[in-house]
């Protein structure tokens, strides 16, 4: 990688969003394993169009790994081939043998086989061989090809061993040639992906659906008619076509299959059949909800089951922060140290045995269990580091409310307070809870603001585990997350060295509580503990914009209709803040790493901590306190401490380089090479033209003076109205290489402080 690309990955705003996405840099990568070849733990293969990864990946809870399929950018794993035998990390390496033979290799063990050679192997003649190469249906095959290249038949494929994971085109269902059934089933734990007890299997008979925990029917989808299940819709709750369902039945096979009924082919999505039993896609959608099947109800699809008599209608088990405290002598805390046994295997017997009242799992990785026995008061306190399964019950004298402390009667806008004990941290939220409301007093916008516990984040992230960890940003780590509703979020944890102090903690809530616009992250609520302060997102499972642009792999998946259509996001992301919002918002750190990506690639702007307020009417502003990333300030924030809308359209620079990405921008477009800009794997896609309005825009961008660049209005109209004429750039700010951020804005020198060596600088007066 050249120099220049290498200032190109460290970020981006308006200006470099544009060139980020015509310039990155690439490499070659491989869909298929050929007779000798090899994978380790360090390279992988990637589907043609790069929409699935195969590679091993590493247990954190343990020094074991896997091998798995994902999909590109998303670390969930939807299938894994050993995930019955797991091997000592990093000793796995995939193989495809000269004999035909597809096996996983590793250390201080037998190898694990996933396609035997056989005599349906040894039969194949010299004019043909065998291939295993992953399609970007995610399947993982091994296939007989002919001498022109061309598929001959299939012998083995991943979509035949189904996980915990249905992805469209897999069968649920039965084999009559050779008997073998196409079974979901749940992991062990969220650490074990072993078989655990609950499974979704295909009822010939009834032709429905089935979800089972251990053999004993919890839920059925009804009988399909008119291509719908009784209990089981294809549709959202706005009735839009979600999926298109499909039985096939003749003497060969038997089986249920589905695909995505969205037009949009970045949508693909996955049904995942999660450890209490509820089928969800990723993202939240409840598809089954079997994990509220009772035993006495019988609503939207439960069975209903013999239950205890001391068991009663309506009694559930509910998850609590907090701690049992026994009133008499005789108590127990009853142990199974069991690794067979699942969280759902705990609830059950917890369920028949009448003198229990709440259970856990009991070893480290979430397996075992543990049970409260007999007469006991159930202490809730927010906070508390455990979390425990209670019966119903017993929560419903205890202290936790969702109090409806602010009700705003024109806009339905509520926050939601969890009640806990006045330590510390209790103030502390209720301190911000109670600024916020002052804040928002009338005018809150429509979104729920939630405050989280902090064992509820605790829970949903594993205790921060590494597994479920993100990526690493200038104000902390995030990581994600998985609430007991099946949805997933984004847990921004805020270092306490990171910079990022009550005021920018403060001003994100604040802000993103009344910001509402499909490009614009959504922000559910936030968690105070101690010292600590942690952000709750709705989570991206495409990640961020930098983390496609700058992968050799990876932003093959980005062709010029996506980039440009990631541009167009942004850009009416930022006419809302500029324009439309009901508060004027400059944003101050817009870059790659801040643009979040969803599951159909929708651009979200996110982390606001820095953003300011104006009013309408306010033009600029002066601040003796410059905060933002260093190296996309523009000339007169950096140096004057003067920002306003302009402050946002402007770029980066490099001050220890004669000629950086703006001044080999404009070299290359004063001398008629504007396309030499042009990331090469676009060539096939590219429309020249529209790229070359994008780089002539982006110059624009980037005037030495505030006045002279394009309002946010202008930039939409020059990007996407091709008969308008746009003005000649002229040579930009900061084009070459200058000392200017050295010294504070009242003339004085100022700290910098540098966080992850690239992100989050602050100019600070003194």
Not at 247 to 276: H, K
Request: charged share 20%; proline share 4%.
């Amino acid at each position: 990688m050249s120099s220049l690309q290498f200032q190109l990955a460290n970020g981006l705003n308006l200006f470099f969003l544009i060139f980020a996405t015509l310039w990155t840099c690439h490499g070659a990568v491989r869909d298929t394993l050929k007779p000798g070849d090899t994978l380790d733990s360090t390279s992988f293969l990637v589907s043609a169009k790069a929409m699935f990864t195969l590679g091993f990946f590493a247990n954190q809870n343990s020094n074991s790994s896997y091998l798995a399929i994902w999909q590109t950018g998303n670390p969930v794993r939807l299938w894994i081939a050993n995930r019955s035998a797991p091997i000592l990390y990093p000793s796995g390496v995939l193989t495809l043998d000269m004999n035909k033979t597809l096996k996983i290799m590793h250390k201080g063990g037998d190898p694990v086989v996933l396609y035997p050679a056989n005599s349906e192997t040894t039969s194949i003649n010299s004019t043909s061989t065998v291939v295993a190469t992953l399609l970007d249906s995610g399947n993982f095959i091994m296939q007989e090809l002919n001498s022109d290249g061309s598929m001959k038949r299939v012998l083995w494929e991943s979509f035949d061993h189904l996980g915990d994971t249905l992805l469209p085109g897999m069968k649920v269902g039965v084999n009559r040639r050779n008997g073998h059934i196409w079974s979901v089933s749940s992991w062990s734990s969220f650490y074990v992906p072993a078989p655990g007890p609950f499974t979704l299997d295909w009822d010939p008979n009834g032709r429905e659906l089935k979800i089972k925990r251990r053999g004993v029917v919890y839920w059925t989808s009804g009988v399909f008619r008119d291509g719908r299940f009784e209990f089981m819709k294809p549709d959202d709750e706005f009735r839009r076509l979600r999926y298109k369902f499909s039985i096939v039945s003749n003497e060969n096979e038997d089986y249920f299959t589905y695909t995505s009924a969205n037009v949009d082919q970045n949508y693909r999505p996955e049904w995942v059949l999660g450890l209490f039993g509820r089928l969800f896609e990723v993202g939240g959608n409840v598809i089954a909800p079997a994990d509220n099947c009772y035993a006495y109800n019988t609503d939207g699809g439960c069975q209903r089951r013999d239950y205890p008599s001391c068991r009663h209608f309506g009694d559930t088990f509910v998850e609590k922060n907090g701690f049992f405290n026994p009133t008499t002598p005789n108590l127990a805390v009853k142990k199974d140290p069991n690794t067979s046994l699942s969280i759902s295997d705990c609830g059950e017997a917890c369920w028949e045995d009448c003198d229990c009242l709440g259970f856990n799992f009991l070893l480290d990785n979430q397996t075992g269990c543990q049970f409260w026995i007999g007469k006991w008061d159930f202490v809730h306190q927010f906070g508390y580091p455990t979390t425990i399964y209670i019966l119903s019950e017993l929560s419903r004298n205890d202290t936790i409310s969702a109090d409806k402390t602010s009700k705003e009667s024109d806009t339905n806008r509520w926050i939601w307070i969890e009640e806990e004990n006045l330590t510390f941290q209790g103030k502390a939220r209720k301190m911000i809870v109670n600024e916020l409301l002052d804040h928002n007093a009338g005018k809150m916008g429509h979104n729920d603001l939630r405050v989280y516990s902090y064992a509820s984040v605790l829970a949903a992230t594993s205790n921060f585990s590494e597994e479920n960890k993100l990526g690493e940003g200038g104000f902390g780590p995030v990581y994600r997350g998985r609430s007991v509703t099946g949805q997933d979020i984004a847990v921004k944890r805020l270092s306490r060295c990171s910079g990022q102090g009550t005021v920018e903690f403060k001003n994100e809530l604040t802000l993103i509580s009344e910001l509402q616009h499909t490009n614009l992250v959504q922000l559910l609520g936030f968690c105070i503990h101690g010292e600590e302060r942690m952000l709750i997102y709705e989570y991206m499972p495409n990640k961020s914009l930098d983390y496609f642009l700058f992968d050799s792999t990876r932003r093959m998946l980005l062709d010029w209709n996506k980039r440009f259509s990631i541009i167009e996001g942004i850009t009416q992301g930022l006419l809302y803040l500029h324009k439309y919002s009901r508060v004027r918002v400059i944003h101050r750190d817009l870059k790659a790493g801040n643009i979040l990506l969803d599951e159909n690639m929708i651009p979200k702007i996110s982390d606001f901590g820095m953003a300011r307020i104006f009013t309408h009417n306010e033009l600029e502003a002066n601040t003796n306190r410059v905060v933002g990333t260093y190296g996309y300030m523009s000339p007169e924030y950096a140096m004057e401490g003067i920002f306003s809308i302009k402050s946002d359209i402007y770029t980066f620079y490099n001050d220890d380089r004669v000629l950086n990405v703006v001044g080999y921008a404009w070299e290359l477009w004063k001398d008629g090479r504007g396309l030499e800009l042009m990331d090469p794997t676009l060539s096939d896609s590219c429309i020249k033209d529209q790229l070359l309005r994008c780089i002539h825009v982006g110059l624009l961008c980037v005037e030495g003076n505030a006045i002279d660049r394009p309002t946010i209005s202008d930039v939409i109209s020059m990007l996407t109205n091709e008969r308008l004429s746009l003005p000649a750039p002229t040579k930009p700010a900061f084009c070459v290489g200058r000392k200017v951020v050295r010294g504070g804005i009242d003339g004085k020198r100022s700290e910098i402080i540098s966080v992850n060596s690239m992100s989050n600088s602050e100019f600070q007066a003194r």
